[in-house]
């Protein structure tokens, strides 16, 4: 059948149990480019037992020969890469060469980084008398958001793979197509039948039926922190394991003697990457008193970089948001900010030129923003920038902290040592210092309501471990 039309279930595409189906729109046309159908729960029991009836025997397959399976499925979306790349831009709406390097290529990387972490990580150690095993948790669901639509399901799912765990993934209803890409990647790849699984639904049946499902020993989620909450009752309630990426609101702290220009050149691309959508945007920027209206004047210049475009066509930087409520939610937190007498500088509400179709929005930035605004505190998800003053250090922390997520941050400062010093006062899960790049073998994960546990290389696949001691 065409996979499409089906579920990937104990490795074979079948057709789904619920009669439902979602429409797939391409947010820059707002065309309907596919649909695929509403899984139901159960679609979800029947994922959960082929990956409860697989988990004996990949639990028992020696981690070596797990990597080995895993470089097979990094080897498949590689071959695929161009295909997934397009696929992301159409119903994502990234920009195609962002799709290209960062939604595809990132994920390449990571699957790399644990085909060869599962040869190389001790999972039995020796503690005094002691032998400490790590073993699989067993059975995860694995609920992945549309902002990156492979790159979290491979920081998901290959841990667990690597981990000796089976996989049901639920993917965001706004992205599946994607996600089933990934799907017969995994097929080509050859893994064992019922090792991964797919189910494509809502999050309100599908995804709620997986995280409830007493077949799951561990549910791994990304998205808001309103849903992340409720996933954590339920599982709490079942006592049941969970790792949750959830929303941000980070602080970029420019330290007087840091490079301004290149501090706020990085903070204006920071946000527009991925238009505005990701969970660690950089979305306060907090300057001294004396350098505040020199940082606004080189911000307002930079953002007229990132004129909004067709994210199909070489250059375009800035696509549009990925879908109506989204583009609502955002234009309606930049009505907001000017309600609450931010200064806007750049951008606004308004429909960018050329753009009547499509969820569209201009990037944004706003000065003259205090602690306490709307845009201050809450999570836009889109390309909006607030400019906060400070006066001293202390003052300074206090307004990087003031928020209740702690996802990121990022110090500039005159040396790397007094930016790492700052960056050890602020409550966020990963601080860039000075510019500092991504790293795929680093932890990732927040503070506060920003999430529980660690995505990507060791500590990533530590979430999919539990220990045993066997006492000589």
Same mark, same amino acid.
């Not at 947010?27 to 697989?54: K, L, S």
């Not at 498949?76 to 390097?101: C, H, M, N, W, Y």
């Given at each position: ?50 990956? !409860? ?12 020969? &797990? ?23 159409? %119903?994502? *709406? ?6 290209? &390097? ?5 994920? $390449? ?14 999972? %039995? ?78 999050? =309100? ?6 995280? %409830? ?17 409720? $996933? ?26 840091? #490079? ?23 979305? !306060? ?19 007229? #970089? ?10 375009? !930087? ?18 907001? *900010? ?19 179709? *499509? ?48 996802? =990121? ?30 790293? $795929? ?12 546990? !660690? ?18």
């Amino acid at each position: 059948m065409n996979p499409h039309d089906g579920m990937y279930i104990d490795g074979a595409w079948r057709p789904a149990v619920g009669a439902g189906t979602i429409e797939v729109v391409n947010p820059a046309d707002e065309q309907v480019i596919g649909t695929v159908p509403a899984g139901d729960a159960r679609d979800v029991d029947a994922a959960v037992r082929a990956a !409860r009836a697989a988990l004996p025997r990949w639990a028992a397959t020696p981690p070596a020969r &797990r990597g080995e399976h895993i470089a097979a499925l990094r080897d498949a979306l590689a071959a695929r890469q161009d295909e997934i790349a397009a696929t992301v831009t159409a %119903e994502l *709406g990234s920009p195609k060469g962002f799709a290209q &390097r960062v939604h595809t290529g990132l994920p $390449i990387a990571v699957a790399g980084s644990y085909a060869e972490l599962a040869a190389s990580h001790p999972f %039995e150690e020796r503690i005094g008398t002691s032998t400490v095993l790590h073993e699989p948790v067993g059975v995860v669901g694995a609920i992945t958001p549309w902002n990156y639509p492979l790159h979290q399901v491979v920081a998901k799912v290959a841990p667990a793979l690597a981990a000796g765990c089976t996989v049901v993934l639920k993917p965001a209803e706004d992205t599946p197509l994607t996600a089933q890409l990934f799907a017969e990647c995994v097929d080509a790849a050859g893994l064992p039948a019922g090792v991964f699984n797919l189910v494509t639904g809502l999050g =309100a049946v599908a995804g709620q039926a997986l995280a %409830e499902h007493p077949g799951v020993d561990l549910v791994s989620f990304t998205g808001s922190t309103a849903v992340g909450k409720r $996933i954590g009752a339920v599982a709490g309630a079942a006592v049941k394991r969970v790792a949750l990426e959830l929303g941000g609101k980070s602080a970029n702290v420019i330290l007087p003697g840091a #490079d301004l220009a290149k501090a706020v050149a990085a903070n204006v691309a920071d946000v527009c990457r991925n238009t505005g959508q990701s969970c660690n945007a950089l979305t !306060r920027t907090l300057v001294h008193a004396d350098a505040y209206e020199e940082a606004v004047s080189l911000a307002a210049a930079a953002v007229a #970089d990132f004129a909004p475009g067709d994210p199909t066509q070489d250059g375009v !930087r800035v696509g549009p948001l990925v879908n109506a409520k989204q583009h609502a939610r955002v234009r309606g937190y930049i009505d907001k *900010g000017v309600e609450e007498g931010a200064r806007l500088v750049a951008g606004g509400a308004t429909a960018p030129e050329g753009h009547d179709k *499509g969820y569209f929005v201009t990037p944004t930035v706003f000065a003259d923003v205090t602690p306490e605004m709307t845009i201050a505190q809450e999570e836009i998800f889109g390309p909006v920038l607030s400019f906060i003053k400070y006066e001293d250090e202390d003052e300074a922390a206090r307004i990087a902290n003031g928020t209740v997520y702690g996802l =990121a941050a990022a110090v500039w400062a005159a040396d790397q040592e007094q930016a790492a010093a700052f960056a050890r006062r602020l409550d966020a899960g990963q601080v860039e210092i000075n510019g500092g790049g991504f790293n $795929i073998l680093a932890p990732f994960g927040g503070y506060k309501e920003s999430g529980v546990g !660690r995505e990507l290389g060791v500590h990533g696949l530590g979430e999919y471990l539990q220990t045993k001691s066997l006492q000589f």
